[in-house]
C-alpha cells in the first residue's frame, strides 16, 4: 500500500523576520504624509509607506512629538492591504480633524530623526517599535540631506505630561537628570488628542508580537510559578525548560568531547556567497522573490504564472541555484511534496556543494513523514564544516538550515541531548531569533522534551520545587 502522505504545514508569514532581511526597504516609496499644519501643531503622525508588487503595502505611523519627547509611539504594518492604510489615514483625517498633504522623503525622514535626538539630548529614548519603523524607513547616516526642522518651542523643550500617558514618570524623571537648568520647562496636560495604539482594533497584535518566555524577567517566571497552569505547556516553555535543566545544560555539553568539534564554526550575518550575479539577474532574483513571499499560493493550488516566471528564469540562467530554490520553495508552498521532492534532488545534482540543496532535500522529507531518510538527504554530514571544510564563518541562515533537519531527527529518534544541544547552538549564534525553528521541526523538539519536562512540572505543581528554586533554574547563568 501507498503510504498517504501528510501535508505540509503552512508557514505563518513573521513580518518581524522579514523586516530583519532588509527587504522591507528595498520597496519603492509609495506615500510620504505630514499634516498641512504640522509646524505649529508640533507633535504629530507621520505617515510613511512602501508598495509590494503584490498591490499591498508596508506602512508605519510615527507619531512625532517636535518640543521634547521624539517619537512617542509607533504602529507598522506589513504587507497589508491598502484598504487598511486608507482606513487608518481616514481615522486620522476624521477623528482628529487632520490634513494630510504629499511631502518629500527627505522632509519625512528629518522631522523623524531629528525629533528623536532632540529627544536624545534629554536622555528620552523613542518608543520601543521604532526599532522595527527603522527597518522600513532609510538608513539615517551623516551623508543624508539635512533639512531644518523646528524643535522646542521659544529656545526651549516643552514637556507636557499627560496623567494617562505610562510614560510620564520616565519622561520627567530623564528631563531632570538630563536637562540643563533653564533649557525645558514642563507642562501638567490632562488631555492628549491623538491616538495611540490601543485606540485600534488589532486584538491579534499583542499576540503577534508578544514576548518569547525567553526574554522573560523574574517577575514573568514568578507569576507563571504562581498560576500553577503547568497542564497545557507551550511548545516554547517545554523547550526552554528542557534547555534549563541539569542534564540538558548547553554549558555542561560542551565539555563533552562528541559536542566539541560543533564549537569550531563563527556566525555571521553579513553575505557569506561567493556567487556573483549580474545587476539583470539580481532584479531578475529579487521580483522572483516579492512574487514568491508574497503570493496567494495555498496548498494544493497553484500559480501558473509565477512558476513560469521561475522557469523562464532557471532557463535564462541555468548557473543560478537561488532561481532553482525558488522552485522548490513554490512546490513546497503549493503543496505538491512528490514535484518538490523531485526539484530538490535535481538542484543537489546541479549544485552539489550548494548546503541549500542538502536542507531542502531534507526539509522536503520531514514533511513527508520520512524520518529515517533525512541523514541520506543531508549526506550524512552531521557537522556543516564537514559539508563546507574551506569554510570556518557561516550565515545564520546557513546554520539554520543545515542544523533543523538534525534537530528533527534526533528528536524523532529519542536522541534529546543532542537534539536539545544543537537548539542551544543555534541559539548561541542568534540564530533563532531572526530565522526561527520551522513549526514541524520545533514541535518534534517540544513533544520529545515533554516526556522529561512534564514529570518536573507534576513536581514543580506538588510543591517540591520551591519558588525559588524554581527562578534559580529560570533565571539562573546559561
Known amino acids: 500500500m ?7 504545514q503552512k508557514t505563518t508569514f513573521n513580518p518581524i523576520t522579514y523586516l530583519k532581511t532588509g527587504n522591507a526597504r528595498k520597496l519603492p516609496v509609495f506615500e510620504c504624509l505630514l ?4 509646524e505649529e501643531i508640533k507633535k504629530f503622525p507621520v505617515i510613511f509607506s512602501r508598495k509590494h508588487v503584490n498591490g499591498n503595502v508596508t506602512f508605519i505611523s510615527v507619531l512625532v512629538d517636535l518640543l521634547c519627547t521624539g517619537v512617542k509611539d509607533v504602529l507598522f504594518f506589513v504587507n497589508e492591504p491598502e484598504s487598511l492604510y486608507r482606513e487608518i489615514l481616514d481615522t486620522y483625517r476624521e477623528e482628529l480633524m487632520l490634513d494630510f498633504e504629499p511631502v518629500s522623503y527627505e522632509l519625512i525622514h528629518n522631522v523623524i530623526f531629528e525629533s528623536v535626538a532632540f529627544a536624545d539630548e534629554y536622555g528620552i ?8 519603523a527603522e527597518m522600513i524607513l532609510n538608513e539615517d547616516s551623516d551623508d543624508f540631506p539635512r533639512i531644518e526642522v523646528p524643535l522646542g518651542e521659544g529656545g526651549k523643550a516643552q514637556l507636557y505630561l499627560n496623567f494617562d500617558d505610562e510614560r510620564a514618570p520616565y519622561f520627567e524623571r ?3 537628570k538630563y536637562g540643563e537648568a533653564g533649557s525645558y520647562e514642563i507642562i501638567r496636560n490632562d488631555f492628549d488628542p491623538f491616538l495611540d495604539e490601543d485606540d485600534f482594533d488589532e486584538e491579534d497584535m499583542e499576540d503577534k508580537y508578544s514576548e518569547p518566555c525567553f526574554t522573560w524577567d523574574e517577575w514573568d517566571w514568578k507569576e507563571f510559578y504562581e498560576e500553577g497552569n503547568f497542564v497545557k505547556l507551550t511548545n516554547e516553555i517545554v523547550i526552554y525548560t528542557l534547555t534549563r535543566l541539569p542534564e540538558y545544560s548547553y554549558d555542561e555539553m560542551i565539555e563533552e568531547p562528541m559536542f566539541a568539534p560543533f564549537l569550531e564554526i563563527f556566525h555571521t550575518d553579513e553575505p557569506t556567497s561567493k556567487y556573483s550575479f549580474t545587476k539583470e539577474e539580481q532584479k531578475y ?3 522572483v522573490y516579492e512574487r514568491l513571499e508574497f503570493s496567494d499560493l495555498e496548498f494544493d493550488e497553484a500559480d501558473p504564472e509565477l512558476l513560469k516566471m521561475i522557469e523562464t528564469g532557471i532557463k535564462k540562467y541555468p548557473k543560478n541555484r537561488i532561481l532553482h530554490q525558488y522552485k522548490w520553495e513554490y512546490f513546497q508552498r503549493s503543496g ?9 534532488l535535481e538542484m543537489k545534482a546541479k549544485f552539489p556543494d550548494y548546503l541549500f540543496g542538502l536542507s531542502c532535500h531534507a526539509q522536503t522529507l520531514i514533511e513527508m513523514g520520512e524520518v529515517d531518510s533525512i541523514p541520506e538527504a ?6 556543516i564544516q564537514d559539508f563546507l571544510p574551506e569554510r570556518e564563518k557561516f550565515h545564520i541562515t546557513e546554520l539554520q538550515s543545515f542544523y533543523s533537519p538534525w534537530i528533527y531527527y534526533y528528536a524523532k529518534t529519542g536522541q534529546l541531548r543532542a537534539a536539545s544541544f544543537l537548539f542551544d547552538l543555534l541559539e548561541d549564534h542568534f540564530v533563532l531569533i531572526s530565522f526561527p525553528l520551522h513549526p514541524l521541526v520545533e514541535t518534534a523538539l517540544a513533544e520529545a522534551a515533554l516526556k522529561v519536562v512534564e514529570p518536573f512540572y507534576k513536581k514543580v505543581k506538588a510543591g517540591e520545587v520551591s519558588i525559588e528554586e524554581f527562578l534559580d533554574l529560570m533565571m539562573g547563568e546559561d
Open 2 to 8: 501507498t503510504k498517504k502522505k501528510p501535508k505540509p
Open 35 to 38: 499634516p498641512k499644519d504640522w
Open 125 to 132: 529614548a523613542p518608543h520601543e517599535d521604532f526599532r522595527y
Open 174 to 176: 530623564q528631563i531632570l
Open 285 to 287: 532574483m529579487a521580483e
Open 336 to 344: 505538491d511534496l512528490p514535484q518538490s521532492l523531485e526539484v530538490a
Open 378 to 383: 543531508m549526506n550524512d554530514f552531521t557537522k
